[in-house]
């Protein structure tokens, strides 16, 4: 069974002043799942240490008042040992993380910098700001959403809170919806306008629009805030999603042999137990035999991705599939008998237009997908097994992120790597109960048939 997952560690030490020749400690771990019981290895640890070709400094002085750095004279000289104590705390520190090791092979890689470990890196933690985020509407609109979307970071401020910059962030969007009403309701298609201007009105005056968030800001009552933020912000999606009734961006001609989902559709997996037992009651409720998970595909960042998962889920494929725990991660059995596609790996960049074919993003660059992994509930296809350009036909996995298995900036170490169709929308709360045996007893496609391009209809 192709795995579509690996998890690595990487710890670096770099010197303080350029241009000196200092040992350079370099700790990479990484971790692979093998493809089979049988090639299975067992866990390894591998330390590299490389020096410079001048190793040694002819000018000693040069070497004070850097503690931190691994200066090859001084530990010849042996006043190292301070940081050698801090090297071995390190190492032992990385040696008990909280990642499983047993069944994984090691892989040597090379240093992440900048994005993968800044803890100032922002990406959407929901599957929901996600999704809103990657709807591609008017820029009016976008320009009200990212002004409502700070108000979301000035709340989790738990002290005083800044009520006057939250105020000037409802009245800046006002204004833009106020004064760009002609264009945001143009955006809209003709058929689709009269709804249109029912959201738009909702959105300005309506009870859980903008005039009353400000009000509830101007209050001082973080609850009251909250709830018309999340009212107002789903508004904004809805008005978007009416924006955006088909693709933005034309699919390469070597493409549109693929089936294809031109919007948004909705999927819901209803999920067995294997063994018999059931599932803990929802609130109030009884225990369940059966638990639905939906999710939100997104063909407007994948859409031969999500058109391929669509296809198989109206074909019934996924109807009995087995699902497997692993780390981080519940994927499907590996079965290429369904009919699939061999999709080529599909990944929309952040601030691009259309995505990527082929080809992974550069994290440790700064480049990040519009569609993150980094969001528990996260829903991607595994790689191909005979390509990593590719996706399997068929096989996909439900991603539970854990930030304490991720870089600082709390990016997973997979982050660009996978195509991201779609979150969960509803029903994560059951993802920690799946065990390795539980069954997909049906998926269908409750939303966005009228969206699925087939090679036929094309």
Not at 21 to 46: C, D, G, I, V, Y
Not at 119 to 134: C, D, H, I, S
Not at 224 to 229: D, E, I, K, P, Y
């Amino acid at each position: 069974m192709a795995f579509p997952l690996s998890s690595s560690i990487t710890l670096s030490f770099t010197p303080s002043t350029p241009k000196r020749h200092f040992l350079s400690t370099h700790f990479a771990f990484r971790f692979s799942q093998a493809r089979s019981q049988e090639n299975a290895r067992p866990f390894q640890l591998k330390v590299q240490c490389k020096a410079s070709k001048e190793a040694f400094i002819k000018d000693k002085s040069q070497c004070r008042n850097i503690p931190t750095s691994f200066n090859l004279s001084n530990l010849i000289n042996g006043t190292m040992k301070l940081e050698n104590v801090i090297a071995v705390i390190l190492i032992l520190a990385e040696i008990t993380s909280p990642l499983p090791l047993a069944g994984w092979d090691f892989w040597s890689i090379s240093p992440a910098n900048a994005v993968l470990y800044s803890p100032e890196t922002k990406l959407p933690r929901t599957g929901e700001l996600a999704l809103r985020r990657a709807i591609p509407a008017n820029t009016n609109m976008k320009a009200i959403q990212d002004s409502l979307e700070d108000i979301s970071y000035l709340l989790r401020i738990p002290q005083r809170k800044p009520y006057g910059t939250m105020e000037g962030n409802v009245k800046k969007a006002l204004k833009i919806a106020v004064d760009g009403k002609d264009s945001i309701l143009a955006s809209i298609p003709a058929d689709l306008r009269e709804k249109g201007s029912t959201l738009y009105s909702s959105l300005v005056d309506g009870k859980g629009g903008l005039e009353a968030l400000l009000k509830s800001i101007k209050d001082q009552d973080p609850d009251r805030v909250s709830v018309g933020l999340a009212s107002s912000l789903d508004t904004v999606a809805e008005l978007e999603l009416l924006q955006a009734p088909g693709l933005s961006f034309l699919l390469p001609e070597q493409y549109l042999k693929y089936p294809r989902l031109t919007g948004r559709a909705i999927v819901e997996l209803t999920i067995e137990k294997g063994d018999g037992s059931s599932f803990s009651p929802e609130a109030g409720g009884e225990l369940r035999k059966t638990a639905t998970i939906q999710v939100v595909l997104d063909g407007y960042s994948a859409p031969l991705t999500t058109g391929n998962f669509a296809k198989l889920v109206t074909d019934g494929a996924y109807d009995g599939t087995k699902l497997s725990c692993i780390n981080q991660a519940i994927i499907s059995e590996n079965d290429t008998g369904k009919n699939g596609y061999s999709v080529p790996l599909e990944i929309m960049p952040s601030g691009q237009f259309e995505p990527l074919y082929k080809t992974t993003l550069s994290v440790q660059d700064g480049e990040l997908p519009v569609l993150p992994l980094s969001v528990y509930g996260a829903v991607a296809m595994a790689h191909s097994e005979v390509s990593e350009e590719y996706s399997s036909p068929y096989q996909f996995f439900f991603y539970l992120y854990d930030k304490r298995n991720s870089g600082l900036g709390g990016i997973s170490f997979e982050e660009g790597q996978f195509s991201v169709f779609g979150y969960i929308t509803a029903g994560r709360e059951i993802l920690p109960q799946i065990k390795t045996g539980d069954i997909i007893k049906s998926a269908k496609l409750v939303e966005g048939r009228d969206r699925l391009v087939l090679p036929s209809e094309s």
